[in-house]
């Protein structure tokens, strides 16, 4: 009950001298002019100097004499009713003071302790406060996983609510620890110390995750210099806690005090656990999310689609889109391998594995490796989709692909391709005039029969013609006015007839954009294209025909 809401009662009310005379607690009894009338025993023993005929004044609290004043002399009134009750100390104690009319126009003082009260509402006004801020932390914390983010919002938060100072240190990389202070102006500093940690009192433990020991057993003075901010005016206490990660310690909390403050309490001290709980969890997340992130890059390189440029006089061009936005890989791939010289052939290889998304990704790579190993048999196509179709059948996959291998050489002007499908969609061929022809070739899906056969096309391109290599992401994209209508080969026909004479990046570029207006924003299949294009420039002539450099591309 809140009892600072309390009015003056009126006579009809006020309990009688026999009445309040024997009650327990201490009251004080005052003419309206501020003379003591009367007092029990209980108010003599808290106020000794209180005597009958004294000034209230004299013998009161400054805080009982000040609402005393402002009663409203005579008898009770209406006024009176607004009148409420006044706090203040006795001693060490806390105390209520309500005040009540006697039938002679006198005011009783009943007065109360308050104390135990007082301390359970501040105790629970504290502990209001430390849960609104754990929880404001735990949302800064993890709002990010970028570890010297949440390393910076750490030591920025402990400097602001728990400390004059926090550093933050993380677990050593290379013989170096990762520091990060906070000092009273709030600005945050990164920084890399070659240090020994047991030389704190207190860190090593904290480092290696055991529990923290006592504030009271740290000396000050034995603080590391490289973990004191410069703007703070010397250690007068500090407190050292570990910041509990996921399965390994995530660091050390240091908090520390300047010299003029009062020390770390127990209590303080186990807030500060409380906070580097919530702390170190999210430390350790975001640490592996970065070791995560950088496995998924590595793996991730080699299945990314390489840069194409031209090769022994050949121009080569690629373009490559996910199925998603979000993915970066997917079950549509290309190649090409360069041969060991002019003279040799270059491999080209474009595939498609059944699916998308990261399990096609995963077969994506084991296939482009197997090629990579077969290549000293590419002179034999129909050998080489063999072994890589007996590879596929005997993995654990139940995917499947279909590939089309083209090998690549030139000779003076003319480029010649043996052109082998697997399964794949034919490729296109662009003349110098404009016709689109399909090249004819045909073939097994590569990880689906035990026997598979193809057979292989033979193409030249004149100069200034292209071989468009592509996969079904491409024909089968939907989109159109009602968003459902394939793309189709046509569609691809059509872009390619509007391609004679341009350069290989070019036809891919144009082909692409075709294909993407197509779609628009909406869903499609991984999408692959590859161009074999020979170009228009000169046979150089002042060399013997034979050697590097006889071509201008």
């Known amino acids: 009950m809140d009892t600072s809401q309390h009015s003056l009662v009126g006579p009809l009310d006020a309990p009688t001298e026999g009445a309040w005379g024997s009650a327990p607690y201490p009251v004080l009894v005052a003419d309206i002019q501020g003379g003591v009338v009367g007092l029990n025993p209980a108010a003599a023993v808290l106020l000794p100097t209180a005597a009958v005929g004294s000034r209230l004044a004299d013998v009161a609290p400054a805080w009982i004499a000040s609402a005393h004043e402002q009663l409203t002399p005579g008898p009770a009134t209406a006024d009176d009713a607004a009148g409420s009750a006044a706090h203040g100390c006795l001693g060490d104690r806390v105390f209520q003071g309500r005040p009540s009319r006697t039938d002679d126009g006198n005011v009783m003082w009943w007065l109360v302790d308050d104390t135990d009260r007082r301390k359970a509402e501040v105790s629970l006004d504290e502990e209001r406060r430390r849960t609104s801020f754990l929880a404001a932390a735990s949302s800064a914390l993890l709002a990010s996983l970028n570890l010297e983010r949440c390393m910076e919002v750490t030591a920025s938060l402990a400097a602001e609510h728990l400390a004059d100072a926090a550093v933050v240190v993380a677990p050593a990389r290379g013989g170096r620890f990762p520091v990060t202070h906070c000092g009273a102006d709030g600005q945050v500093v990164h920084r890399l110390v070659e240090a020994e940690p047991a030389g704190v009192p207190g860190l090593g433990e904290a480092l290696r995750g055991f529990p923290p020991v006592p504030s009271r057993w740290i000396d000050p003075a034995g603080i590391a210099s490289w973990l004191v901010p410069e703007d703070l005016p010397g250690v007068g206490s500090a407190v050292v806690t570990p910041l509990p990660g996921h399965g390994v310690p995530a660091g050390a909390l240091i908090l520390l005090r300047a010299g003029d403050r009062q020390a770390f309490s127990e209590s303080e001290e186990i807030f ?259 161009t074999v294009t020979a170009p228009r420039h000169a046979h150089l002539s002042a060399v013997d025909g034979h050697t590097r450099g006889r071509f201008t591309a």
């Not at 990314?304 to 373009?319: D, F, I």
């Not at 090998?407 to 404009?434: E, K, N, W």
């Not at 200034?464 to 569609?491: I, K, N, Q, S, W």
């Not at 990046?505 to 207006?517: F, G, K, T």
Request: glycine share 10%; net charge negative.
């Open 272 to 530: 500060a656990r409380l906070f580097a709980a919530r702390a170190g969890a999210a430390m350790s997340a975001a640490r592996m999310y970065a070791e995560q992130a950088a496995i998924t890059s590595t793996l991730m390189r080699d299945l990314l689609p390489p840069t194409l440029r031209a090769v022994h006089g050949v121009e080569y061009a690629g373009a490559y889109r996910p199925s998603a936005e979000s993915d970066r890989v997917g079950g549509d791939f290309y190649d090409v391998h360069p041969g060991t010289d002019a003279d040799r052939e270059t491999m080209v290889v474009l595939g498609d594995v059944c699916g998308k998304g990261l399990e096609a990704a995963v077969l994506t790579g084991k296939i482009r490796n197997t090629l990579q190993a077969l290549l000293p048999l590419a002179g034999d196509h129909q050998r080489l989709l063999e072994l890589l179709n007996g590879a596929l059948i005997n993995s654990h996959h139940t995917r499947f692909a279909t590939l089309l291998l083209a090998s690549v050489r030139r000779l003076g002007r003319t480029v010649h391709l043996r052109v082998t499908s697997g399964g794949h969609p034919p490729p296109l061929v662009v003349r110098a005039d404009g016709r689109v022809e399909r090249v004819d070739t045909r073939g097994s899906l590569v990880g689906v029969f035990w026997n598979i056969a193809s057979t292989t096309a033979h193409v030249e391109l004149a100069p200034g013609e292209t071989c468009l290599l592509f996969t079904d992401g491409v024909t089968e994209a939907r989109g159109g006015p009602l968003g459902d209508e394939m793309f189709g080969p046509e569609r691809v026909e059509d872009a390619l007839a509007h391609c004679a004479g341009m350069p290989a990046e070019a036809v891919v570029d144009h082909v692409r954009m075709l294909a993407e207006q197509w779609v628009g924003h909406g869903t499609h299949d991984d999408m692959a294209l590859v």
